[in-house]
Structures are given as C-alpha cells and as structure tokens.
C-alpha cells in the first residue's frame, strides 16, 4: 500500500513561550498549537498575561525563550506580519482618514485578499454608505466594525483575536461569529482571548488557560 500523504503542519505551534516583565515570569513556559478550521481560546483572569500572548505572538513584544513556527517553519518576530492578522483592544486607525481611506493604506502595507474589494468589505461590517466619513466621526462600535473589516481583507491564514467582541451590541457579535467561522471553514484558524465562554465563537474550539499553561481539547 502507498504511504498516506504526511499530515499538514499546524497553522501555528508555539513550543517553550516564555515572557517576563520586570525579570517577573508572566507566562509560560507554552507549548499549544493551533490547526487550520479551529479556534483556540485563550482564558485568564486579569494580569495572567492573555493580551500580552497574542502581542508576543504578533511580534510587537520580544518572547524572551521559546520557539514560533508558523506553517511548520520558526519564523522570528519580525517576520510574522504577513502570517497573521492582529485585532487589539485599540482598532489602529488614524482618525483623520476616512474609513476608506483607513483601509487602502492598511491593505497597501499589511496585503489584502486579491479577490476582496474595500466596498463589500464595508458592506460585510454594517458600514456601507460610511466609506467618506473620517474615522473621528464614527463611534466606537463603528471603528471597531472597521477594523474587523481590515481583518476581513487581511490575506493572513492565523487571526490574533484580542477581545473582539468588545464595544459591539448583539448585532456586532453575531457579525464577529460569522466571520470567525467563515475564517475557519475556509481553513483559517485564530486565537481568540474572551472572559468567559459567553463570548466565544461558536465553531471548533480547545482552550488555553494560563495559569494552568496547557491546552486542554
């Protein structure tokens, strides 16, 4: 009989993370990983470090020890952007733009999806008709709408998912499900960080508890 084909390598396989603050162990060491059409959530009380993860992760903050590799090949920080695609607490947004305008410049230096436009992109968030409008003028679910909209556009494989249900009503939520499980359905994988599994994605999930520093199915 022939030989299966190999098994895929993970989207993302984190081996040894480790990150301090003030020579004081935050977190790790970490091992989990992370397969294309699955989520992991990333659960901790306060201060156990799930924001300061994704921002090691994005490259935005030295992990210290440990190994990153994306697609089965160790990729160093700064070299990570084109792999990933970040949602922080704060949408990145220069808000004397307009929403367009936000994203042309966001596509231009971080890539977009060749067969996405910025119009549907607008129209999938709830901000068609807000495409002029300068970001100063758009409310705080609005902006975050936005930056969901560059997440939409984002060609990267692996979502950095920092509370993203954050400043958005029922109507917001149900929208961040759909494009997580779109996302994944599409091969795609994310990390997501939530308080509770209230606010979790409802599609193929395993958690991550720091704290606990494993990842449980």
């Known amino acids: 009989m022939p030989d299966a084909p190999p098994a895929a390598a993970p989207l993302l396989d984190v081996r040894g993370l480790c990150f301090a603050r003030d020579e004081m162990p935050l977190f790790g060491p970490l091992d989990f990983s992370v397969q294309p059409g699955e989520a992991l959530l990333v659960q901790g009380g306060n201060g156990a470090g799930k924001t300061t993860l994704l921002r090691v992760l994005a490259g935005l903050l030295d992990g210290g020890n440990g190994e990153v590799r994306l697609a089965g090949v160790p990729v160093a920080a700064a070299a990570r952007a084109g792999h990933l695609a970040y949602l922080g607490h704060l949408p990145g947004l220069k808000a004397d733009l307009t929403a367009r305008e936000n994203l ?114």
């Open 104 to 217: 042309d410049y966001l596509c231009g230096l971080l890539g977009r999806r060749p067969t996405l436009d910025l119009d549907p992109a607008l129209a999938i968030v709830g901000l068609a008709g807000f495409d002029e409008a300068p970001v100063r003028h758009l409310s705080a679910g609005q902006r975050r709408r936005l930056a969901l909209a560059r997440l939409w556009l984002s060609p990267a494989p692996l979502w950095l998912l920092d509370e993203p249900y954050a400043n958005l009503d029922l109507p917001g939520i149900e929208l961040v499900n759909r494009m997580v499980r779109a996302h994944l359905d599409a091969g795609g994988g994310a990390l997501v960080t939530t308080h509770g599994a209230y606010a979790a994605p409802p599609v193929r999930t395993r958690l991550l508890s720091l704290g606990h520093q494993e990842a449980v199915a």
